[in-house]
C-alpha cells in the first residue's frame, strides 16, 4: 500500500484552506450568509481531513501494518464523528445559515481539492520522469 508523503498531505490540506476561501469569496455573489456558510463548510471539511492527517501519518511506522490499518479505521471513524458534532455545532449555533453553501461548500473542497493535488503532483512526476 502506497501512502502519501508528509509534502502531500500539506499541499492537500493548504489547498483545501484555499479553496474553502476561494468558495466563501465566489458565495459573496449571493451575500453575508452564503459566504459564511461556504466558509464554515469547507473550513469544517479542511478541519477534519487535517485532524485525521495529523493521526495517522505524523507517527507512521511501515514496520507495523497491522496497527496502521486500525489507526487508519480509528481515524475514520474519529472524523466522521468530529463531522457530525462540527455540522451540528454550526446548524444549532449560527443563526442565519444556508445549509445547502454549506453542504455544498463542504462537499467541494472534501473532494475537488484532493483531486487536484493528486493530479498535479502525477503530472509532475510524469514530467520529471521523462527529463
Do not use: C, H
Not at 458565495?27 to 459564511?36: E, N, P, Q, T
Not at 469547507?42 to 486500525?70: D, H, K, W
Not at 475514520?76 to 453553501?101: C, D, H, R
Amino acid at each position: 500500500m502506497q501512502l502519501a508523503g508528509n509534502d502531500q498531505i500539506r499541499l492537500i490540506v493548504l489547498t483545501q484552506t484555499l479553496s474553502s476561501i476561494a468558495v466563501a469569496v465566489i458565495l459573496g455573489a449571493f451575500g453575508w450568509v452564503y459566504v459564511w456558510s461556504g466558509l464554515v463548510g469547507g473550513l469544517i471539511s479542511t478541519a477534519t481531513n487535517g485532524f485525521m492527517a495529523a493521526r495517522i501519518f505524523v507517527t507512521y511506522r511501515a514496520q507495523e501494518p497491522g496497527r496502521m490499518l486500525a489507526k487508519m479505521y480509528g481515524s475514520e471513524l474519529q472524523k466522521i464523528l468530529l463531522t457530525g458534532i462540527l455540522f451540528g455545532g454550526v446548524v444549532f449555533w449560527i443563526k442565519p445559515l444556508s445549509i445547502g453553501a454549506m453542504l455544498g461548500s463542504y462537499l467541494f473542497v472534501q473532494v475537488v481539492a484532493p483531486t487536484f493535488v493528486l493530479i498535479y503532483t502525477d503530472q509532475m512526476k510524469s514530467r520529471l520522469k521523462r527529463r
